[in-house]
């Protein structure tokens, strides 16, 4: 921004460059106040004017597209479905939205949108939505910062299998397409897109490399692509038993990730076996190291995690069969600090 310069009259002049000439000479406005700050507030409003009048008005919904496209090859492939489909969902939902000036949107306008999705959809889904908008807009508008309110995140509401759900689970899969699947995401964190990549040539030994991950594109089709991130490809030991039971069945599975979820679901029901998502294996296998006093580093490392911060906020829950056993052990402990008797049946 252009300084001010006091003249020998006391007043404040600022010079803001406004066009050169066929010549080559600098033309300027000049903006004389008797403060400063006056003076320099005048001639940067002067300018942000000029700007935006030079600026060719680009739609939204241009914007979108011109931001995802600038993504491409650089986010992962579920990354990139998720921004197609937000635009997609945004450019029907909000059509006049959509046809808006992105240099002349206000915070205001983007309030009522978030508001409007705040009313039909959870607070995580209106916060992702709101995070893509924004970032389309910081494309354009970099140095803008918009003060919108959203919705209070709400902790999840999961259910981490117990021993007892796992016991019951491997009982019902027991040489069926599942097991395999099952066995590679509780007993060694694996993600479904992971597993559905692995093939017979990943593992050698009882050392499985996890080199890739199946994901479902845009228009629907699934292809195999590189992990999200670096950590994410490593090698994990399994169980000498499941390294067996995949040699002896010759391949991984046949399921894609839509469909071994669907299959998770009704062996669940079927079964009678509390509902839980086919991620929350891998919650388990988590939960299971941390209780048994393995180090996060090395659980990060297995599951493929960059940092702890995901640890923190969901592996780290005691399972609740545990929970008993963990707070018998404290109460013991205390009870024999204060020379007390204490039972635990």
Same mark, same amino acid.
């Given at each position: 921004?252009?300084?001010?310069?006091?003249?020998? +009259?006391?007043? %404040?002049?600022?010079?803001?460059?406004?066009?050169?000439? *066929?010549?080559?000479?600098?033309?300027?406005?000049?903006?004389?106040?008797?403060?400063?700050? *006056?003076? *320099?507030?005048?001639?940067?409003?002067?300018?942000?004017? &000029?700007?935006?009048?030079?600026?060719?008005?680009?739609?939204?919904?241009?914007?979108?597209?011109?931001?995802?496209?600038?993504?491409?090859?650089?986010?992962?492939? /579920?990354?990139?479905?998720?921004?197609?489909?937000?635009?997609?969902?945004?450019?029907?939902?909000?059509?006049?939205?959509?046809?808006?000036?992105?240099?002349?949107?206000?915070?205001?306008?983007?309030?009522?949108?978030?508001?409007?999705?705040?009313?039909?959809?959870?607070?995580?889904?209106?916060?992702? @939505?709101?995070?893509?908008?924004? +970032?389309?807009?910081?494309?354009?508008?970099?140095?803008?910062?918009?003060?919108? +309110?959203?919705?209070?995140?709400? @902790?999840?509401?999961?259910?981490?299998?117990?021993?007892?759900?796992?016991?019951?689970?491997?009982? #019902?899969?027991?040489?069926?397409?599942?097991?395999?699947?099952?066995?590679? #995401?509780?007993?060694?964190?694996?993600? *479904?897109?992971?597993?559905? #990549?692995?093939?017979?040539?990943?593992?050698?030994?009882?050392?499985?490399?996890?080199?890739? +991950?199946?994901?479902?594109?845009?228009?629907? &089709?699934?292809?195999?692509? #590189?992990?999200?991130?670096?950590?994410?490809?490593?090698?994990?030991?399994?169980?000498?038993?499941?390294?067996? &039971?995949?040699?002896?069945?010759?391949?991984?599975?046949?399921?894609?990730?839509?469909?071994?979820?669907?299959?998770?679901?009704?062996?669940?029901? @079927?079964?009678?076996?509390?509902?839980?998502?086919?991620?929350?294996?891998?919650?388990?296998?988590?939960?299971?190291?941390?209780?048994?006093?393995?180090?996060?580093?090395?659980?990060?490392? @297995?599951?493929? %995690?960059?940092?702890?911060?995901?640890?923190? /906020?969901v592996y780290r829950h005691s399972m609740s069969d545990r929970q008993k056993e963990m707070s018998d052990k404290a109460n013991q402990h205390f009870s024999n600090l204060c020379n007390t008797k204490y039972n635990t049946k």
């Amino acid at each position: 921004m252009a300084s001010a310069k006091k003249l020998p +009259s006391g007043q %404040w002049r600022t010079l803001v460059y406004d066009y050169t000439d *066929e010549k080559g000479k600098r033309h300027y406005e000049s903006f004389t106040a008797s403060t400063k700050k *006056e003076s *320099e507030f005048q001639g940067a409003e002067y300018a942000l004017k &000029k700007k935006a009048k030079s600026r060719t008005a680009v739609k939204f919904y241009e914007a979108m597209e011109n931001f995802i496209k600038s993504k491409d090859n650089v986010f992962s492939e /579920s990354t990139m479905t998720s921004y197609r489909y937000m635009k997609k969902l945004i450019e029907e939902g909000y059509p006049e939205f959509c046809k808006l000036d992105i240099y002349k949107i206000t915070q205001e306008q983007i309030q009522v949108l978030v508001n409007d999705q705040a009313a039909k959809f959870a607070s995580k889904t209106v916060r992702n @939505r709101y995070g893509f908008i924004s +970032s389309v807009i910081k494309m354009y508008r970099p140095d803008d910062y918009f003060r919108v +309110s959203l919705p209070q995140k709400v @902790r999840p509401d999961l259910y981490l299998p117990t021993d007892k759900d796992i016991e019951r689970l491997l009982t #019902a899969v027991k040489d069926t397409e599942l097991e395999i699947p099952v066995m590679l #995401a509780a007993f060694a964190t694996m993600r *479904e897109g992971e597993i559905c #990549a692995l093939t017979i040539d990943d593992l050698s030994g009882n050392t499985i490399h996890v080199s890739k +991950s199946k994901v479902r594109t845009y228009d629907g &089709k699934f292809i195999d692509k #590189a992990p999200k991130t670096y950590s994410s490809d490593r090698y994990i030991e399994i169980p000498p038993f499941l390294a067996d &039971k995949i040699r002896e069945k010759g391949y991984i599975t046949n399921y894609k990730p839509n469909s071994i979820m669907d299959a998770l679901d009704r062996t669940l029901s @079927r079964n009678g076996i509390p509902r839980f998502r086919f991620h929350d294996l891998r919650h388990y296998s988590a939960s299971v190291m941390h209780a048994l006093g393995i180090p996060d580093v090395y659980i990060m490392q @297995r599951g493929g %995690w960059n940092t702890d911060t995901v640890l923190k /906020s969901v592996y780290r829950h005691s399972m609740s069969d545990r929970q008993k056993e963990m707070s018998d052990k404290a109460n013991q402990h205390f009870s024999n600090l204060c020379n007390t008797k204490y039972n635990t049946k």
